[in-house]
Structure formats: structure tokens, C-alpha cells
């Protein structure tokens, strides 16, 4: 987009203010039409700086003080979909109007920055979609915010000095680097003056020594270097409004035109061969003094590399290993930073703060920071789960532990995957996509578990699957809502979210768990009450006997009682489930997709068809390879995890029932969760809600019927009859939900009542006694 410079006439910006207000007078109410009309001249609109929330300050009005759509003047993508806001809307369309949901919901127009993420956010509204909050194209550097670009410099810009060097980060960075880095450096530098040839370097490692203790407000410099490139910033512009041809005869003659100024850059001196190599010098510092820093500075990137906060630490010594130390020892200095420079210059090497809390965000090649650093434990945790099959270096207990923890960077990797060939495909694919990889994830851990129980002639794990499946179900209906809602209900006070498409999720809800626990249902009522012992006071009839430990049991009852009766009613509630998650997507995806009212459009009011170029991170291909590898992984690790668990079920005090709904249950669903959170602080809780009640639906709509299935082809006794407890808290927490969704409002009080009732559950499950078969 070109910049033009100019100034505007005091009596051109009131009529440019007259006839943008007019125009907002007349604009065509959204719910009538689809698009917004385009303007008649590219001059009515004002040249603006970045708009998206996570670029920078928005200087256009808020959405909630119209109902109307709001666009700039930018080649951008945008997604229009109804979100909670605080005022309300005006509505006359003519399928909706007269509903009440509507009333109390505004448009938000969503920026997208290309076809590929307009489609993405499209998806994450569609029911049955995989939420997913993370780009899968490459966002350009310059549309960043000042915060962002900062973690991705490579630390040789040398900026004003904004704030006070003593910080808490870098006084952590003394202690866990700097005094033994610095150490390293005092201990090589006799040892290079003893050689002789080495005084040179013997000078470079007593700076280095005396830099790294504390390198922070300092410079390394080559010597001779003397030229700053200032880095220019494009002036803010405003667009002149068109003139008309009336206005030209009362034009001033004379006028001075805006007259481009042109900042010379002085060029860089031609770069000069360095003779350093040749020098015996060179020979002893590589011999003796690099190998030994090499593996120091490897050490300590690598540390702080994971520990991921600290990567300008990792980024420094990067820097030193591979630029500083391989210079000639007479071209590097070191200047302390002037407090007073007002202006950017590049240096070798510079860094400001060791610890930046920001680094969350940073990504490698649209991969997250801590999916990136856990891949080593998924090798770490294969290498050992089959080579030490005695557990002669590992217990069974830590290996359980890193291969439940191995899950969930694959989860997340599978995740990403999904959206990514989503993003870049038809609906078709991205509907079967999700359908086909959505819950692999669960679906591998519970068929290894059912399988290795049946090898192992025991009851238990199939009782760990179940209440592996509630663990899900509570969690994702009353953990993953409840904390988005506290998060985003501290940020923004009061959320809003469109209440009729949460009654869908709530309805669609109340069938899978009645589905799911009709044969259950069924059992009691026409099972056998059995009890462990009964006992009465000898020659007194009178009294009732007192028995124990009674449940009923359909496994001692008579067999026609399972093969004629429980066994087709759990296969026709398998196939009813996903028929009505069929006729789910059917509703909200195509005979009332205004639900959604999801519109994609581009600055301008049209549809967005290719705008802006972008780079996705993960093509179609290499998505669906990361998918098929991850799912690989992820049986693997599945397998490990249920293999190793055995010590933890006989031998650990905490029940059997606990271990399944929390552990076995949530961790897998951890990259959910922060999907959830980060839609509730961007204040989008309506997605937050989706992302629990989309996975809550696919448990007892999808998994369970093909477990079902799964069992039908191979027998590994799994029944679809679940314990008392699993059954009244999943019934509880689906109705109290479902009040807590009526307003179409929350706020973090609610949420905490959410998650009050779910820890109330998990003490329930921690205290109660293990599983008969357990």
C-alpha cells in the first residue's frame, strides 16, 4: 500500500467529517444485506495504522457501539460472526428477529490477515471443528507488534534505552549463567597467555570474562565499524479527499506540494579478507581455548533454550560462539551503551534483558516454543520405554509419568495438523479431517488400555477407561468453561456469548449422556442386587439383616439377560449417537447456519478471495505427514503409558477412579484448554465454551460408539454399564451447565462456580474406594 504525504485544509476535514457521518447514517443495516457497499471513491476513506488487537492500540471505534460493520481501508482479510459485546444490537431480520438470543448480541468484525486464516477462523465456528487459536500462516515481521518483534531479534540492534538494566531477570541470569560462563573465560585466559602465540586471545577471553558476569547495557563492536544504519519508521499519513472538478477554479495558485525527503544511508565499506586464520594464534585458540568454550556455550543455550524464558540467553551465546569467537581478538571491542543515544545502530552483539516473560508466544515455524522443547522427551520417553523393558535405569512409574507427558505435544502437533489442512481445504476434507483425527488422541490410549487389560485377564482397566470417558466429560463441561470464564472474567468483567448456539451444544449434551447412560439405567433395573455379606443376630428374626458393599451385577445374572437385551440396546444406542451428531452438523452447518452468521469479507465490505500473499507454515502434505508420525507417536506413547500403569493401580493409596479422570483424562486435553484461554482473554468466550462442549459431544457421540465398535469386531469385554458415580455426576454437572448457559452472559463468579463443582466432584472420586475389579 503506497503512503502519500500531505496535509489536509482545516475546511477539507470538516467536509470529510460531514460526509463520513453522513454515510454512517445511511449505512444498510447488516443482518439485511451480507456486504457493506463499496465506497464510490478510494479517497473517502483515512490511511490507518494496525487495527488487530494482538498489533497494537485499535484507533477505530469499538464494535460495540454499533451494530453496523466497520472496515478499513486495507487489503487484509475480515470475519464478521456474532460476539458478546456491551451494548446491544438493533436486528430485523427475518428468520431471527423476533428471538431473543439475537437481541442481546453485536457483530464483531475478526481481522484476518489472508485467505488462509479467514478460513481457519471460520472453521473454529463451525460445529464438529477443532478450535484451534494459533496462525498457520506466516504473519510478516512488520505487522507484529513492538513486543513481538522483540523476541524474534537477533540481539544486534542496538536501541534507546527505555528502562533500568537492573532488573529481577537479570539478576537471575548471574546466578543460574553468568558467574560460571564468566569462570570458564578467567581459566582459559592464563592458559592462552602460557602458550605464548595465544596473548591475543588471552586479552579477548579477560574481556569476555568481565562482559558475560554482566553483559547487559554493553556493546560488542568491530573495530573500524563506525557506520550507524538508522532504521526508518513510514510517517503517519492521511489520504487526501478526491477534489472536485468545481473546486479546482477556487484553488490557490500558488501551493507548495509535499516534497519527499530522502535519508542518505552511508554505505557499508567493502568487506576486507581477514589474514586472522593464517596465524599460528588462530591454530592454538582453536586448538585449546574454542573446543572448551564451544561446550560451555553449547551447555548453556541449551538450557536456557528450554527453559524457554531466558532465550535471549541462548540467543547471546549462539551469537558469541558462532560470530564473536571466530573474529580476530584485535577487531572486537566492547563499549558500556550510552544512556543518552537516540537512535537504532547494529552492532555483533547486544542485549537488554536476560528473562522476557513474552516468550510464551515465540514459535518456530508456527510451532509453540514448549511443543517445540518436549519433543525431545517423546524420544527420550520411546528410547527408554522399549530398551529397558526390566526397568533397570527407569522405574514403571517414571515412565508412565513422561509418556503421559509425551501426549501432549503430540496432541498439540495433531492439532495443528488438523487446522492446517482445514485452512487450506473444502469443507468436505476439513469436516473429514476432523472427524477422522479429532479424537485419535483418546481413542489410541483407550484401545491400548482395553487391549492390554484383556491380555492381562482384569477388569481394572476397563474401569480406568470409563472413568477415563467421565474425566473427559466432567473436564471438558465444567473445568475448561469454568476456568476461561475466570480468566476472561478478570480481564473483561462480563463476557456475552450467543446463547442460542450454546443450547445447541446443550441439547446436543443431554442426549449423548443419556445415551451414553441408558444401559446403565437398564442394568439396575433389571440386574441382580448383589452384596458381599450379609449378617443377623442369631434367634432374632425380627431384626433386618445388615449387608454390605452391595452394586448390582449383570455379569452373575442370567447370560440371556447381557446377549438379548443389554448387548442390542448398547448397539442401537451406538448408532443413534452419531445419527444425531450427523443431524447436529446438518442443523448448525447448513439448514441454520445463522446461528453462526459466520460472513468473511475483506476491508473493502466484498468477499476476501486471495487477499494479500501469505506463506502457510505447513503445507497440506507436510500436515498430513506430521498427522500420520504424530499418531504413530502417540500409540506408541499410549502404549507405554498403559503398560507402566499397572504399579500405579495395585500398589498406589489414591483410587483407581481418581487417576483415570484427572490424569488419564485431562492431560491429553491440555492444548485445549489453552486454546480456551486464549479465546477468553481476547474476550471471544463464545469459542472458550465450544472448546469444551465440541470435545464433551465427541466423547459420547464418537469415542464411546467406536469403542463399541471396536469391541464388536475384537471382544476385549468391554460393556457399556458404568458405575453409580460416574453416572450421577455426569447427569449433575450437564444440568447445571446447561443453567449456567441460559443468559447468554457469564462472568468470572460463574466460572468459579464451575470449577468449585468440579474439585468437589475430583475430592469425591479421590476418597472413594477403588473398583471391585481393581
Given at each position: 500500500m503506497s503512503y502519500k504525504k500531505s496535509s489536509l485544509m482545516p475546511v477539507d476535514v470538516e467536509n470529510l467529517r460531514r460526509r463520513s457521518s453522513a454515510d454512517s447514517e445511511h449505512s444498510v443495516d447488516p443482518e439485511q444485506h451480507h456486504h457493506v457497499p463499496r465506497r464510490q471513491s478510494q479517497t473517502d476513506w483515512l490511511c490507518v495504522g494496525p487495527h488487530h488487537p494482538e498489533l497494537g492500540?485499535?484507533?477505530?471505534?469499538?464494535?460495540?457501539?454499533?451494530?453496523?460493520?466497520?472496515?478499513?481501508?486495507?487489503?487484509?482479510?475480515?470475519?464478521?460472526?456474532?460476539?458478546?459485546?456491551?451494548?446491544?444490537?438493533?436486528?430485523?431480520?427475518?428468520?431471527?428477529?423476533?428471538?431473543?438470543?439475537?437481541?442481546?448480541?453485536?457483530?464483531?468484525?475478526?481481522?484476518?490477515?489472508?485467505?488462509?486464516?479467514?478460513?481457519?477462523?471460520?472453521?473454529?465456528?463451525?460445529?464438529?471443528?477443532?478450535?484451534?487459536?494459533?496462525?498457520?500462516?506466516?504473519?510478516?515481521?512488520?505487522?507484529?507488534?513492538?513486543?513481538?518483534?522483540?523476541?524474534?531479534?537477533?540481539?544486534?540492534?542496538?536501541?534507546p534505552q527505555e528502562g533500568p538494566v537492573v532488573t529481577f531477570g537479570n539478576i537471575v541470569y548471574v546466578i543460574l549463567f553468568g558467574w560460571w560462563i564468566s569462570l570458564i573465560y578467567f581459566i582459559i585466559c592464563p592458559v592462552m597467555f602460557l602458550t605464548i602465540f595465544g596473548a591475543p586471545y588471552g586479552k579477548l577471553c579477560f574481556k569476555m570474562a568481565w562482559y558475560f558476569i554482566w553483559p547487559f547495557g554493553k556493546s560488542i563492536e568491530k573495530a573500524g565499524d563506525v557506520v550507524k544504519r538508522s532504521v526508518a519508521k513510514p510517517p503517519k499519513c492521511e489520504v487526501i479527499p478526491e477534489e472536485r472538478d468545481s473546486d479546482k477554479d477556487s484553488r490557490p495558485l500558488l501551493m507548495s506540494s509535499p516534497i519527499p525527503v530522502e535519508i542518505p544511508v552511508p554505505e557499508l565499506p567493502a568487506r576486507i579478507t581477514s589474514k586472522h586464520w593464517c596465524r599460528i594464534s588462530t591454530f592454538v585458540w582453536l586448538l585449546l581455548g574454542y573446543p572448551v568454550l564451544a561446550v560451555v556455550h553449547s551447555l548453556a543455550c541449551v538450557l536456557s533454550w528450554l527453559l524457554v524464558f531466558p532465550i535471549p540467553v541462548a540467543k547471546m551465546n549462539a551469537r558469541t560462539l558462532t560470530i564473536v569467537l571466530l573474529m580476530a581478538p584485535e577487531d572486537i571491542q566492547i563499549?558500556?551503551?550510552?544512556?543518552?543515544?537516540?537512535?537504532?545502530?547494529?552492532?555483533?552483539?547486544?542485549?537488554?534483558?536476560?528473562?522476557?516473560?513474552?516468550?510464551?508466544?515465540?514459535?518456530?515455524?508456527?510451532?509453540?516454543?514448549?511443543?517445540?522443547?518436549?519433543?525431545?522427551?517423546?524420544?527420550?520417553?520411546?528410547?527408554?520405554?522399549?530398551?529397558?523393558?526390566?526397568?533397570?535405569?527407569?522405574?514403571?512409574?517414571?515412565?508412565?509419568?513422561?509418556?503421559?507427558?509425551?501426549?501432549?505435544?503430540?496432541?498439540?502437533?495433531?492439532?495443528?495438523?488438523?487446522a492446517s489442512i482445514s485452512a487450506q481445504s473444502n469443507f468436505a476434507v476439513g469436516a473429514v479431517v476432523n472427524a477422522t483425527f479429532g479424537s485419535i488422541t483418546e481413542m489410541t490410549f483407550y484401545i491400548t488400555a482395553l487391549l492390554q487389560g484383556h491380555n492381562a485377564k482384569t477388569k481394572c482397566y476397563e474401569e480406568v477407561v470409563k472413568s477415563a470417558l467421565t474425566g473427559t466429560l466432567l473436564g471438558c463441561i465444567l473445568f475448561v468453561p469454568g476456568i476461561c470464564m475466570i480468566i476472561g472474567g478478570i480481564k473483561h468483567q462480563e463476557q456475552r456469548f450467543n446463547s442460542r448456539s450454546a443450547g445447541v451444544s446443550s441439547a446436543l449434551l443431554f442426549i449423548s449422556v443419556g445415551g451414553v447412560f441408558a444401559p446403565t439405567l437398564f442394568s439396575k433395573t433389571f440386574g441382580n442386587l448383589m452384596c458381599e455379606s450379609c449378617t443377623n443376630i442369631p434367634g432374632n428374626a425380627s431384626l433386618a439383616f445388615v449387608c454390605k458393599n452391595c452394586h448390582y451385577d449383570t455379569s452373575s445374572a442370567d447370560p440371556l439377560l447381557i446377549l438379548s437385551h443389554i448387548e442390542p440396546l448398547v448397539y442401537t444406542i451406538s448408532v443413534l449417537l452419531p445419527s444425531a451428531y450427523l443431524i447436529g452438523l446438518i442443523f448448525t452447518l447448513k439448514t441454520h447456519s445463522h446461528i453462526y452468521d459466520i460472513h468473511i469479507s475483506d476491508g473493502q465490505g466484498g468477499h476476501a478471495h486471495g487477499a494479500g500473499h501469505h506463506v502457510v507454515h505447513w503445507s497440506r502434505w507436510r500436515a498430513l505427514g506430521v498427522l500420520i508420525v504424530s499418531t504413530i507417536l502417540m500409540a506408541c506413547c499410549a502404549d507405554l503409558s498403559t503398560e507402566n500403569i499397572e504399579p500405579i493401580l495395585t500398589h498406589s493409596r489414591v483410587s483407581q477412579y481418581f487417576i483415570?479422570?484427572?490424569?488419564?483424562?485431562?492431560?491429553?486435553?491440555?492444548?485445549?484448554?489453552?486454546?480456551?484461554?486464549?479465546?477468553?482473554?481476547?474476550?471471544?468466550?463464545?469459542?472458550?465454551?465450544?472448546?469444551?462442549?465440541?470435545?464433551?459431544?465427541q466423547v459420547c457421540m464418537i469415542q464411546i460408539p467406536l469403542l463399541v465398535l471396536f469391541n464388536a469386531f475384537y471382544d476385549v469385554g468391554f460393556v457399556l454399564v458404568f458405575s453409580d458415580i460416574h453416572l450421577w455426576a455426569s447427569i449433575f454437572s450437564v444440568i447445571l451447565v446447561n443453567y449456567i448457559f441460559m443468559d447468554g452472559k457469564c462472568d468470572y463468579f460463574q466460572g468459579t462456580a464451575l470449577v468449585v463443582v468440579y474439585l468437589i466432584l475430583l475430592a469425591l472420586y479421590f476418597f472413594a474406594p477403588s473398583p471391585r475389579s481393581c
Open positions: 492500540a485499535v484507533e477505530t471505534p469499538s464494535p460495540d457501539a454499533s451494530a453496523h460493520y466497520f472496515c478499513h481501508f486495507t487489503p487484509k482479510c475480515f470475519l464478521t460472526v456474532p460476539r458478546g459485546g456491551h451494548g446491544t444490537s438493533r436486528s430485523t431480520s427475518s428468520r431471527c428477529g423476533e428471538e431473543g438470543w439475537h437481541e442481546s448480541t453485536t457483530k464483531t468484525t475478526i481481522r484476518a490477515e489472508n485467505e488462509v486464516e479467514a478460513q481457519r477462523e471460520a472453521n473454529n465456528y463451525k460445529f464438529g471443528f477443532r478450535k484451534w487459536k494459533g496462525n498457520v500462516t506466516e504473519k510478516p515481521i512488520e505487522d507484529r507488534s513492538d513486543i513481538i518483534k522483540g523476541l524474534y531479534s537477533d540481539l544486534s540492534i542496538v536501541k563499549h558500556r551503551l550510552e544512556k543518552t543515544l537516540e537512535y537504532e545502530t547494529r552492532v555483533i552483539l547486544c542485549c537488554y534483558q536476560a528473562f522476557n516473560v513474552y516468550y510464551y508466544k515465540y514459535t518456530v515455524q508456527g510451532i509453540n516454543i514448549f511443543a517445540l522443547n518436549m519433543l525431545p522427551l517423546v524420544l527420550f520417553t520411546l528410547i527408554i520405554g522399549y530398551t529397558d523393558r526390566e526397568h533397570n535405569v527407569c522405574s514403571a512409574e517414571a515412565k508412565f509419568t513422561t509418556a503421559i507427558a509425551s501426549i501432549i505435544p503430540l496432541s498439540y502437533y495433531i492439532g495443528m495438523g488438523i483415570g479422570v484427572t490424569v488419564l483424562a485431562m492431560v491429553p486435553e491440555l492444548p485445549e484448554i489453552v486454546n480456551g484461554i486464549q479465546f477468553a482473554l481476547q474476550n471471544n468466550i463464545s469459542l472458550s465454551l465450544e472448546v469444551g462442549s465440541c470435545i464433551a459431544v
